[in-house]
C-alpha cells in the first residue's frame, strides 16, 4: 500500500448531463450524454484497399507491409476479402524522428470530464489532466504517433492511459477486475506478454500499458490490418510512459469522488436507475470501453438511413437501441457486456453484491397474466415454462399502456432483474394476442432457440457419417450433398450458392450457427480430407480465420482451431516465422475473442 496525504477531504453531489430524444415521455430512463468528440473509424465502415503498398497514407512511414496483394487485377478482385497483417518498426532515431502533425494541442479539463460523471474539476482532476498532458508529450514524439492518424486519437488515448492510472492509484479495481478475469480464462494477468518478474495486480506495470497502447491502435485498425503486439515501437513508448508514471506513483492523489461514486454511496434493492447511471457511465464513458460510442453512432446512423423509418420512429429506436446497447453490448475487452464487468468489478466490495445478481433478458413478448399496485405479472410466450415475471410499475410508462387488459394484452420489451423484480427497460409495445401475435410469438421462439440451426447441425451430421466438416471440388458435390444426402429443397428462385474459386468450398455445420458454406481460403485449412489445402497460402492467410470475423463465423473458427487444422497460422513478426506461428498457438484463443466480440464461455461449447 503506498502512503500518502490526500488533503481536504471532496465531497460531491453528482451532477450528471442528458440528452433527451424529444417525444419520449420515459422520464425514468436517463441516459448520459456521449462524447461527441471522439474521431475513431466506425466500426462498420467499409474500407478499400490498394494493391501495392499500404492502404494509409503516406505518413504511415514506420510500416513493413507483411501482406501485399499482387498485381493482377484479376488475383486483386479475387482477394479482396483479404486485409493486410503488419508489424511497426522503428526505423527513425528519435532525434530525428518527425509526425505528420502540425501541432500539438493541449489536453483541457472539459476532456478529462468526458471520461468521468461529474462536472466540475477539482485539484485531484487538475493532477491527472497534468499526466495526461505529459503522457501526451511522450506519445506524440514516439515512433508510432503516426499509427493513430489524427492527433486527437494521440490525446484521447492519452486521456485514457492517466484515467487508467487514476483507476489503480485509486483502487476503484476495473483494471484489476480485467486482469483477474484474463487469468481465470486465459491463465495469465495478460495476453501476449510474458511476465518478465513479479506482476502486480494492484500496481502499475509496463505490460499493462504495452496492452493499452496497442488495443487504441489495433481498434483504429479494426476491419483494415492485425498488429503485432510485440512491436518494439509500442514497447519503447510503454517503457517511456511507464517511467513517467513511476516516478508519480507514491505521491498521486486518490480520485475519492470516483470512490463514492462506484461504491459508497448506499445502493439497495430500489436503486435500479442509481445502477443504470453507474452502467451508463462504464458503458459510454469509461476509459476502459473505447468502442461503445462508435457502436451505438453506427446503429443511429443505419437506422436515420433506412428510408422506411420516418425520423420520429427514428428517434424512438435509436433512444431503445441505445439502452440496449448498454446492457447488452459486447464491445468491451473479453467481450463481456457492461453488466457483467460491473459484477466482476463489485465482487470486492460486500454493499454492492446486487450487480453480480443483474440479469438481463432479451427483447421478448410477454403475456399480462395480472397486476395489483406495485407489479404487472406476466409469463414470457416464448419461454413459458420459465414461469411468472413480476415487472415494478416504477419502470414503466403506464400512460402509454393504458389500453392494456389481463389475459388480453401483451408486452413485446426488454427486462433487467434488478433486486427483487424485474425492470422494463428501452421500448415497450402493447399488443392484443391474435393470431398475428400468436405467429409472431412462434418465429420469434425459433429464433431463441435456433431450432432450425440445431436441425440443420443434426440433418448435416447424418448426412457426413459424423464429420464436422465435408470438402466440395464442384457445383454438383454442393448440390449432391445438400439435395441428396441431407434433402434439402431449394425455395423457388433460390440457386445453390456457386463455387467461384478453383480452391473449392467446405460444408459445416454447427449448432450455434446452422449449415455454413465456406468459399472463402478453403486452401488454407489442413486436413486429410481437403484436396486444396496448399501450405504456402496456409502461412499467409491462414490467420484470417483468427482475426478476421467476416472470413468465418466465431465458433467454426473456434472448431478449426481445436482441429488443429489452421497449424500454419502466424502473425508476421520480426523473429522468424517460426516465432510468429508460436506466438499464434499460444494467443489464439484471446484473438479470437478479441477480434469477433464473442467468448467460449457463452458463445461455444
Known sequence: PRSRGLGDVYKRQLQFRHFFFHGIKEKKCYSLIIPPWRKYHSTTEEKSFHHGGTIFSTRWNDLIVAYKYTNRKEEKQENSHKKHIFTLEMKHIKNTHQTHFRVMKKIYPKKWLELHPYKQTNSVDQYYVGIANEIHKRLYSSTIADAFEEEENIRYTSLCLAAWFEDVISQTGIWQAFTAECRKRYGAYLPFYPIKGDYFPDEINLEDIRFLLWHHIQYLCRGISAINPENPGIEQTAQ??????????????????????????????????????????????????????????DEAERLLDDEKITPEMAETLIYATRTSLTFKGRRNLLSLTSPEWLALIGNAHPEHQLWGKVKVRENSCYLLEKEDDRYLYVKDLCSEDEGEFKITKKSLNLSAIRSREVGKSTLICELIYFGNAWWQCGMLLENKYDQKMAEYVDDLTKQKEKTNEKAAFHDFIKASGGKSFVFCQSQEEISDFLLNKMGYGLKEALDIPRIHTETGAMLMANPHTGLHIQFKLCECIKSPDNPNYNKEEAEKNAIMFIVNPNIIPYQLSCILQDEGMLPDAYLNSLQRKEYGQEFIRKNAHFLTDYFHYRCREKDFD
Do not use: K
Request: proline share 2%.
Open 240 to 297: 517511456e510512459i511507464y517511467g513517467l508514471l513511476a516516478e508519480e506513483y507514491e505521491t498521486a492523489p486518490e480520485n475519492e469522488r470516483m470512490q463514492e461514486f462506484l461504491y459508497h454511496s448506499a445502493m439497495g434493492e430500489e436503486d435500479f436507475f442509481h445502477y443504470r447511471e453507474i452502467l451508463d457511465w462504464f458503458h459510454y464513458q469509461c476509459y476502459f470501453n473505447i468502442e461503445n460510442v462508435a457502436q451505438c453512432r
